[in-house]
């Protein structure tokens, strides 16, 4: 009985836990005094994540050129149960500020080279409210949404520069669908009927509008000519010493496209899509963890430039002994040329493919604070050999307040 009093004497006795200092916390501002904790527990949640770049064309591509951008990214959440006492409900809104002049243009990429280059502005990229139901086995999402954040997306790529790491080129390169750095309007309904395994499916508002038009990323447009875009799948996450995730899934938009052998309107284009993305090594005699993903999918040939897309790769973590968060990644991105788009074009002959093989590594100042070199190396730009390969190297800080 008296060990018992004795050390609940000494926990209450005990000064509270300092908090970090600038080199050890999680993001720069910290606590902010407190702050942060008590808006926690009253239901809102908030990061800011700094990200800038310079990244250049040193060779090949359409054009030598360097360039700057620059992404502040806040996103905000509430929990309705905390703040309002309404069971399951939550919302979030994403502002974005973007400022730069990317290099694409200048590569002439369809990849395209960086995942942060947009038009310049200040936007919304996502303001949608969710309820989930049956003890977090239902989940039902309204509002302006990007597909990317939850569909198709493999996190182990998320590393990389390119943006065909996060958004698919057999969609992006095809057609128009809500990813960064606009949502668009839309319902999502997410069910996990066992664990560790979920259906997914939702449907948007065929066209966000050209970043030039849509400068708020509130402007939903809804005219019968963009038709839906509609996406969903099923999952599979792993939860064991090697986590890892399997996704499989179609898509399909209803608005009209060319068909490249008539060159007539035809209605509606899809496409499937698989995705791994796997834990295959930690903490055995090299030190640190190493992750694999692969990604795959197709569109209809006859209607889409890219009939066929792939990425994949390695991300190494910790490896470097003393470097326990350094990240090390290597990817290789595969995007084929539809041959009905081909045959269509004045020289067939030289439309193939686009290519890039890019390497990176995140070096990690303080948990908060990093840089990122990146070399990446573009073969076929726009997916024809016209346009010599190109060379583009960058680097990126990233801070997390």
Same mark, same amino acid.
């Given at each position: 009985m008296l060990p018992t009093l004795l050390a609940a004497f000494l926990l209450q006795a005990a000064p509270p836990e300092e908090p970090k200092d600038?080199?050890?916390?999680?993001?720069?501002?910290?606590? /902010? !005094? %407190?702050? #942060?904790?008590? /808006?926690?527990?009253?239901?809102?949640?908030? $990061? *800011?994540?700094?990200?800038g770049e310079i990244m250049s064309n040193v060779h090949g591509g359409l054009e030598r050129d360097t360039g700057v951008d620059m992404l502040l990214d806040w996103v905000i959440d509430a929990d309705f149960q905390k703040m309002l006492g309404w069971t399951g409900g939550s919302a979030r809104i994403n502002p974005l500020w973007i400022a730069g002049d990317g290099i694409s243009e200048d590569v002439g990429d369809?990849?395209?080279?960086?995942?942060?280059?947009?038009?310049?502005?200040?936007?919304?990229?996502?303001?949608?409210?969710?309820?989930? *139901?049956?003890?977090?086995?239902?989940?039902?999402?309204?509002?302006? =949404?990007?597909?990317?954040?939850? &569909?198709?997306?493999?996190p182990s790529s998320l590393l990389m520069f390119n943006s065909s790491f996060g958004a698919p080129i057999f969609l992006s390169g095809n057609l128009s669908w809500p990813i960064y750095p606009l949502g668009d309007l839309g319902f999502r309904v997410r069910c996990e009927p066992a664990k560790g395994f979920y259906l997914m499916g939702a449907v948007f508002e065929g066209d966000a509008g050209a970043?030039? &038009?849509?400068?708020? +990323?509130?402007?939903?447009?809804? #005219?019968?000519?963009?038709? /839906? @875009?509609?996406?969903? !799948?099923?999952?599979?996450?792993?939860?064991?010493?090697?986590?890892? =995730?399997?996704?499989?899934?179609? &898509?399909?938009?209803?608005?009209?496209?060319?068909?490249? $052998?008539?060159?007539?309107?035809? $209605?509606?284009? %899809?496409?499937?899509?698989?995705? *791994?993305?796997?834990?295959?090594y930690k903490e055995g005699p090299i030190p640190g963890a190493l992750d694999f993903h692969l990604r795959f999918? @197709?569109?209809?040939?006859? #209607?889409?430039?890219?009939?066929?897309? =792939?990425?994949? +790769?390695?991300? $190494?973590?910790?490896?470097?002994?003393?470097?326990?968060?350094?990240?090390? %990644?290597?990817?290789?991105?595969?995007?084929?040329?539809s041959d009905d788009f081909a045959d269509a074009q004045p020289d067939p002959g030289s439309w193939s493919y686009e290519s890039v093989i890019e390497v990176t590594y995140q070096f990690f100042i303080t948990p908060a604070w990093s840089f990122q070199p990146d070399i990446q190396y573009v073969m076929h730009p726009g997916g024809s050999s016209a346009t010599r390969n190109a060379t583009v190297i960058g680097i990126r800080v990233d801070l997390s307040f």
């Open positions: 600038f080199w050890t916390r999680d993001t720069i501002l910290g606590d /902010l !005094g %407190g702050v #942060r904790t008590d /808006l926690e527990a009253g239901g809102l949640r908030w $990061s *800011l994540l700094y990200t369809l990849t395209k080279v960086s995942n942060i280059s947009a038009r310049g502005g200040v936007r919304v990229f996502e303001a949608w409210v969710q309820q989930v *139901l049956l003890d977090g086995g239902l989940s039902l999402r309204a509002g302006i =949404m990007g597909a990317d954040q939850e &569909f198709a997306i493999s970043e030039q &038009f849509n400068r708020s +990323g509130l402007n939903v447009r809804l #005219r019968n000519g963009d038709g /839906l @875009f509609a996406i969903g !799948g099923a999952g599979w996450t792993f939860d064991d010493q090697l986590t890892g =995730m399997v996704k499989i899934g179609g &898509f399909y938009h209803s608005a009209d496209f060319i068909e490249f $052998s008539t060159g007539k309107p035809v $209605s509606g284009l %899809g496409g499937g899509y698989a995705v *791994l993305d796997k834990r295959i999918g @197709f569109a209809q040939e006859d #209607r889409a430039q890219i009939s066929f897309g =792939m990425s994949t +790769g390695l991300k $190494s973590t910790g490896t470097i002994p003393g470097r326990d968060a350094d990240v090390l %990644g290597i990817g290789w991105i595969y995007a084929r040329i």
